[in-house]
């Protein structure tokens, strides 16, 4: 029988050989948007359109056997499309709850920063609780459950910022990029040979991914790595360039990557390289900069790495 300590390193290895063939070059991307599912965590992905960020979810879907759906959000996309409505059923006589798109596995939220903001508050209870309310009910959403969300950079016709209190409830925040040349150039030649992801087999099931989060989740985190990662969190809060620093939500959120992490690395106990690895992925759309601050989020917290010394850990 196959150890958890080598079952979530021999999946995801398996896992991530699959996607690789339909989103080329952006291994380190698609490892950290495996590790933050399995950390039971929702992703934000931050870039021009055009650059995969769909194919990468709907390869994650397919894979993972999840329950997919997409909205492109406009303005005129209202709360209901995404938690659902209640209808009157003449031959009952009954309201009957009709399913809204965030009743899936994996809820893909495409340029999410073009909703109103009454629409994309309607995903907060959805992404902390794992339930919608409709009329005064509440309806569980499946399990597993994630939210991709992909947005614009800040100045693309027809934004607007997503609020701090939903931008809090991401796990991470990642950016693609432009394709290399070559892989470019793969990506071309694969599209020729035939659609790519059609290739794409589902490799476990829906209960094997939930007993693989649990497994994470069970990751040992000693005492001195727990203090590391508080004081990572509360050098945040002490910063000029800081207006606001990261929350208790932030520390949840980095202790849970930094243990997918060690369990992607093959280890059942998470190191302080854990931690540091994914601090500015975690971090870095949490916290909020002072007018006056010339540097960016990601430098900030750089410097922050560079001055907490990380603890020993044998």
């Not at 996607?19 to 948007?33: E, M």
């Not at 470019?184 to 209960?207: I, W, Y």
């Not at 590391?228 to 990557?257: F, H, K, N, W």
Request: negative net charge; glycine residues 6%.
């Amino acid at each position: 029988m196959q150890s958890k300590d080598s079952m979530v390193t021999d999946f995801a290895q398996q896992i991530l050989n699959q996607i690789r063939s339909v989103v080329v070059g952006k291994d380190q991307v698609l490892l950290w948007v495996l590790a933050a599912i399995l950390a039971r965590g929702h992703i934000l992905l931050e870039d021009i359109p055009g650059v995969g960020k769909t194919t990468m979810a709907l390869a994650f879907s397919k894979v993972l056997d999840l329950q997919y759906s997409r909205v492109q959000f406009t303005p005129d996309v209202m709360p209901s499309d995404l938690t659902g409505f209640s209808l009157y059923n003449k031959s009952t006589g009954q309201m009957e709850y009709q399913p809204g798109a965030l009743l899936s596995n994996l809820f893909l939220a495409d340029e999410l920063n073009r909703a109103t903001s009454r629409t994309q508050s309607a995903l907060l209870e959805a992404m902390e609780e794992g339930q919608v309310s409709v009329d005064g009910v509440t309806h569980l959403l499946p399990k597993p459950f994630v939210v991709i969300a992909t947005q614009n950079p800040l100045g693309a016709a027809g934004t607007e910022l997503l609020p701090d209190s939903q931008l809090d409830r991401f796990m991470i925040r990642l950016t693609l990029g432009y394709p290399a040349p070559r892989d470019e150039v793969a990506m071309v030649l694969r599209r020729q040979e035939g659609g790519a992801l059609s290739g794409l087999e589902p490799l476990l099931t829906r209960e094997a991914l939930t007993l693989l989060q649990d497994t994470v989740e069970a990751t040992f985190v000693s005492d001195p790595v727990i203090q590391y990662i508080v004081d990572l969190i509360c050098a945040t809060r002490q910063q000029e360039a800081v207006a606001r620093g990261a929350s208790p939500r932030a520390t949840i959120a980095l202790t849970a990557m930094a243990k997918a992490v060690a369990r992607l690395r093959g280890r059942d106990y998470v190191v302080p390289g854990d931690v540091r690895e994914v601090y500015s992925l975690t971090l870095a759309h949490r916290i909020v900069l002072t007018p006056q601050s010339q540097a960016s989020a990601e430098d900030v917290l750089k410097d922050i790495l560079g001055k907490i010394p990380a603890p020993r850990v044998r």
